[in-house]
């Protein structure tokens, strides 16, 4: 081979050599900034996520003596048993909270996202809901975990309502839907709000289950498959019980996602997200309504 | 400068050929770059969804007429699809009109569809660029409702583009969630009635393949601009288990840092997702293997053997009867396609066929 031709094949050879070498530090330095960045991001997730909890269980621990005295934390040895008196002043407020706003929603998704979960937490929220004036509550999380222990958070929903609300809580009597094809856990007789507990199986498989009894209808020629239109499908869904699309979801944890939760249900929904369920404050339930009160929907217009 | 006159200014300074074009020429900036390769190094999404909302309020913002809040949108689009080119995000999905977009005022509608007319034109006379970049069009929505024109457009683009595999380009028009999840249903009842599937072969994989989306994975990301914090009847089969992001920004706004920020969110929640995702894959695994069981013991029950004690029978049994239902699910699937390329090249014909006319 000639040597120019030789001394030529090595440089470019070099310079491919630096090329790749300049590449392969570049791409770990990218790799260590990205590290970095994503450990600084997760420390502030975790960090806010503390913060929350934390910050919530010193007001409460601070606030519970002082000004309602009806939060029954589990890490205080004292029960704090509040009296009539106090109950009624908070219904009273919770309700009045709810009709200054300009509009409240019909039915709201509690959706858990969260590896904890606290039962009593859950149960104030659901009670809250119920005091404020909202009809329809769904409690849903994406392992079908409390769709699993529904008595036990039935329970715990009549303990707190009973705390809350006090002599009146028959009033604000609720009826629990497990299943679309259950007959309700509680028949009560004047029923102010259902409570609704939801998994995956409520969501796409719902769909399907829908599916397959239209194609059973134009199987047996009862039906053509061009009958079907969204109305129709819409009231397969809605099943018997025919509870409204939620209006808004309180989505807890990190998770930005709804994670299964009523695909065909969720179209219009306001979706507002807290960083945990865990000791949250009625101040924090009633500022999610605030925002839902103060949304827009144009509805395609 | 307030960043009002700073869009207006930019607004008259983008060149009319570039304002036109579906995806911008040019490439990222030295920092966007590093940027870009900083946020590489973790997991990328594959498919990223967006809702583009703002147009209208942009236009009111800048006091301009509301056509050129949608012309800008556009234009956006086509910056942020290179964004994506260059990011490596191989497929865009966007919600471009909804079917209850047809409420709006008459003006209104016609401006967004002449504004679908010249886009869909000029997408044909960019075919070449289209084709060194691969890009393949799908436009999903029940095409009916529109003018017939815009159909014959759509199918051409679709039809050109149709086997190019480098980068997607998902456009919904006419479309809702609802109508999708709907349609599919009905292309299932449609297979029962032509004999091809049993209603017992209905599952969440046949519905996947059945939704206007079956060629594309599901969204990893879906982001929405203008600070609404709804999905508008937008893939909720889809989106299920895809990180959402909400942004408060305006889309005619949306800068290649927005873009970056929601990357970073998906990122953050990746692991987290991809483990629900599994759980959600396994247990359907196990809800079509126990529908298999039941329906081949339904089966061994009525050859009349009695009840099936047997476990080696009842095992053949289900691997026969699963063979077969994923044979019947595979012929459906095919004249479902087959049916779905008719549509697009009738429309086609008819297209040459008024053209040369």
């Not at chain 2, 900083?38 to 007429?65: C, Q, S, T």
């Not at chain 2, 556009?74 to 919600?95: G, H, M, P, Q, S």
């Not at chain 2, 080696?312 to 699963?322: G, H, V």
Request: charged share 25%.
């Amino acid at each position: 081979m000639a040597a120019p031709l030789r001394i030529g094949m090595r440089r470019s050879m070099r310079i491919t050599q630096k090329a790749f070498f300049t590449e392969c530090i570049m791409a770990v330095v990218y790799e260590f900034v990205w590290r970095m960045l994503h450990a600084l991001l997760h420390l502030q997730r975790t960090l806010l996520s503390w913060n929350w909890r934390l910050w919530r269980r010193a007001m409460t621990a601070v606030l519970v003596p002082t000004v309602f005295g009806f939060q029954n934390h589990p890490h205080n040895n004292k029960k704090l048993i509040p009296t009539g008196g106090k109950k009624s002043c908070c219904r009273v407020l919770w309700k009045s909270d709810g009709k200054s706003l300009e509009k409240l929603p019909l039915h709201i998704g509690l959706l858990i996202a969260e590896e904890e979960t606290r039962y009593t937490d859950i149960a104030n929220l659901v009670v809250w809901c119920m005091a404020v004036g909202i009809s329809y509550v769904s409690v849903y999380d994406n392992q079908g975990i409390f769709r699993r222990n529904s008595s036990r958070l039935m329970d715990e929903i009549l303990k707190q309502q009973q705390e809350l609300l006090g002599l009146d809580s028959l009033k604000y009597s609720v009826e629990f839907l497990n299943n679309s094809n259950d007959k309700p856990e509680q028949q009560v007789l004047s029923c102010q709000a259902t409570v609704k507990v939801l998994s995956p199986d409520d969501g796409k498989t719902g769909i399907v289950t829908a599916a397959q009894k239209f194609c059973q209808l134009v199987e047996q020629q009862q039906k053509r498959s061009s009958d079907l239109d969204v109305n129709m499908l819409d009231s397969m869904l809605r099943g018997t019980k025919g509870m409204p699309d939620p209006d808004l979801v309180m989505k807890f944890g990190t998770v930005d996602s709804t994670l299964g939760f009523l695909p065909w249900h969720i179209r219009l929904t306001e979706i507002i997200s807290f960083p945990s369920h865990i000791n949250i404050t009625y101040k924090h339930f009633f500022s999610a309504l605030k925002c839902y009160a103060g949304c827009e929907q144009r509805l395609g217009k | 400068m307030s960043s009002t006159e700073q869009s207006k200014t930019k607004l008259n300074q983008t060149p009319t050929t570039q304002r036109m074009s579906w995806i911008h020429k040019g490439e990222l900036t030295l920092i966007e770059r590093l940027s870009a390769n900083i946020l590489k190094a973790g997991p990328m999404p594959k498919h990223v969804a967006f809702i583009m909302d703002g147009n209208r309020r942009y236009a009111r913002k800048l006091h301009v007429e509301r056509q050129q809040g949608h012309t800008q949108g556009f234009d956006k689009l086509a910056e942020t699809l290179r964004w994506c080119l260059n990011l490596e995000i191989r497929e865009v999905t966007v919600y471009a009109f909804s079917i209850e977009n047809f409420k709006r005022a008459k003006d209104e509608v016609d401006g967004l569809m002449e504004l679908a007319r010249q886009k869909f034109s000029r997408l044909l006379d960019e075919q070449e660029d289209l084709e060194k970049h691969g890009v393949c069009i799908r436009v999903l929505g029940d095409l009916t409702l529109l003018p017939l024109d815009i159909q014959k457009l759509i199918a051409q683009a679709v039809l050109a583009t149709k086997h190019h595999n480098k980068c997607f380009l998902n456009v919904c028009f006419a479309y809702t969630s609802r109508h999708e999840i709907t349609n599919a249903v009905k292309e299932a009842a449609w297979g029962v009635e032509q004999g091809l599937i049993k209603p017992s072969d209905v599952s969440e994989f046949l519905l996947d393949e059945c939704l206007y989306t079956n060629n594309s994975p599901d969204p990893d990301l879906l982001i929405r601009t203008s600070g609404e914090v709804r999905l508008s009847d937008f893939l909720l089969w889809q989106t299920t288990y895809s990180c959402l992001v909400f942004q408060s920004i305006l889309w005619p706004e949306y800068s290649f840092w927005n873009l970056c920020e929601a990357i970073l969110q998906y990122q953050l929640n990746h692991q987290a997702l991809q483990k629900a995702r599994d759980q959600h894959a396994e247990a359907r695994v196990l809800q079509q293997l126990e529908a298999d069981r039941c329906c081949a013991a339904d089966l061994l029950q009525q050859t009349g053997l009695g009840k099936p004690v047997d476990p080696q029978l009842r095992q053949e049994a289900l691997q026969k009867y699963t063979a077969e239902r994923e044979e019947r699910v595979h012929s459906f699937l095919t004249a479902l396609q087959e049916k779905r390329d008719r549509f697009f090249t009738d429309l086609n014909k008819g297209f040459i066929a008024s053209a040369k006319a």
